[in-house]
């Protein structure tokens, strides 16, 4: 089997549509790979895969080689010029940091200190030069015609397709760490990974010591209102009713802060994640709020700029410049570019191209830079 190569499998799971699965996966990715890990990224979500267009590789395509497939590289491995300018820091009472560790001790549950100084992760300065592993991915949507082609297929047909994934993907050898982002629900394509993953014959732990389990667990994505962390419980039994472990819970857009302003408004509640973390006895990892400087990173592939020039929010003179609600660029917005955004946020030649260096801009990075460092010292 050709996960022999990897080391460490975890699920990206919820029971609800629309929580940011994607979205946490692909940051988490980033985050591995800034902390120099090897990672790559199976997209099992067959009827909506958005991991290609998050990565800015839907144009990519498979290639057979013998044995299998060989995955999608999105970058290699190698060593990232210093930052353009210094990181952002969050807005003190607006970002949190976990409230209780994959130790299951509680931590401060403060915001982030101003100075980041990278003392929670241990990573690099950013000012400094920084080696990142290299990052594949495998995903259904390579195979389509288009973006907008429909995925009609029964449960068998979806089975088939996940164990071939599974089986016939050629990962580049010593892959610290396989994510892979599933579907909503507890369905097909779950109980395939299940079934694959943890069940004689094609139990995947005979490459590697008894103690040792390749599929670590699973991350589960939650938003806070009720609504959503009702059927997240779901997927929480599922995961015990199967035997995988949960290694924490992700509490997603947890909060947005005004570009403008500054004041931090709970849009879909709060709190909802850590409650339900609680009630079943797994790790809350952290809440993730809303950023539309992410949202510009991948859709557009700006790098996020705070407070200045290239933010999205506009002020009152500014004619409404700024993104509109697709993430696109007001037309009028485009008028002003100053040569600060042009250096700093539009990827010329002054800069590496790579979404994973500007992703290093992004409010959120230190807060996945946390989990991620969570993850790895629980894994080894």
Request: one cysteine or more; charged letters at 20%; hydrophobic letters at 30%.
């Given at each position: 089997m050709s996960l022999?190569?990897?080391?460490?499998?975890?699920?990206?799971?919820?029971?609800?549509?629309?929580?940011?699965?994607?979205s946490i996966t692909t940051q988490l990715a980033f985050s591995l790979c800034l902390a120099g890990h090897s990672?790559?990224?199976?997209?099992?979500?067959?009827?909506?895969?958005?991991?290609?267009?998050?990565?800015?590789?839907?144009?990519?395509?498979?290639?057979?080689?013998?044995?299998?497939?060989?995955?999608?590289?999105?970058?290699?491995?190698?060593?990232l010029p210093p930052l353009p300018y210094p990181p952002p820091k969050p807005n003190p009472g607006s970002v949190e940091?976990?409230?209780?560790?994959?130790?299951?001790?509680?931590?401060?549950?403060?915001?982030?200190?101003e100075s980041q100084d990278q003392e929670m992760s241990g990573a690099p300065h950013p000012l400094s030069p920084t080696t990142i592993g290299s990052l594949h991915i495998m995903s259904l949507g390579f195979l389509l015609p288009s973006r907008s082609s429909a995925v009609v297929w029964r449960g068998p047909k979806k089975t088939a397709m996940v164990r071939q994934f599974l089986t016939d993907v050629l990962w580049p050898p010593n892959t610290n760490y396989l994510l892979i982002d599933t579907p909503p629900g507890t369905s097909d394509e779950h109980i395939s990974l299940a079934e694959t993953l943890l069940s004689p014959p094609n139990n995947i732990s005979s490459f590697n010591p008894p103690s040792h389990r390749q599929l670590a667990g699973a991350l589960i994505a939650t938003t806070p209102q009720a609504v959503s962390v009702s059927?997240?419980?779901?997927?929480?039994?599922?995961?015990?009713?199967?035997?995988?472990?949960?290694?924490?819970?992700?509490?997603?857009?947890?909060?947005?802060?005004?570009?403008?302003?500054?004041?931090?408004?709970?849009?879909?509640?709060?709190?909802?994640?850590?409650?339900?973390?609680?009630?079943?006895?797994?790790?809350?990892?952290?809440?993730?709020?809303?950023?539309t400087q992410w949202g510009a990173l991948?859709?557009?592939?700006?790098?996020?700029?705070?407070?200045?020039?290239?933010?999205?929010?506009?002020?009152?003179?500014?004619?409404?410049?700024?993104?509109?609600?697709?993430?696109?660029?007001?037309?009028?917005?485009?008028?002003?570019?100053?040569?600060?955004?042009?250096?700093?946020g539009r990827g010329e030649a002054t800069e590496s191209a790579l979404l994973v260096d500007k992703y290093r801009s992004c409010s959120l990075h230190p807060i996945f830079e946390g989990i991620a460092n969570e993850l790895a010292q629980k894994l080894g």
């Open positions: 022999a190569n990897v080391n460490h499998i975890i699920l990206v799971l919820s029971g609800k549509g629309g929580v940011g699965k994607s990672v790559g990224i199976l997209d099992v979500d067959l009827t909506g895969p958005s991991i290609p267009r998050l990565l800015g590789v839907e144009g990519a395509k498979i290639t057979q080689a013998p044995g299998g497939w060989l995955p999608v590289e999105v970058h290699p491995s190698q060593i940091t976990s409230s209780t560790g994959l130790n299951g001790n509680a931590s401060s549950g403060a915001s982030l200190p059927d997240v419980r779901k997927e929480l039994n599922f995961c015990r009713k199967v035997g995988v472990d949960v290694l924490g819970v992700v509490e997603n857009m947890a909060g947005y802060v005004c570009e403008c302003c500054g004041v931090s408004t709970n849009v879909f509640g709060r709190g909802g994640g850590e409650v339900m973390s609680q009630d079943f006895g797994v790790p809350f990892l952290g809440r993730i709020p809303v950023d991948v859709e557009e592939g700006r790098r996020p700029c705070y407070g200045g020039a290239g933010s999205t929010g506009g002020d009152e003179d500014s004619g409404g410049g700024g993104t509109n609600a697709n993430g696109g660029e007001n037309a009028d917005s485009r008028e002003n570019v100053t040569e600060d955004e042009n250096r700093m």
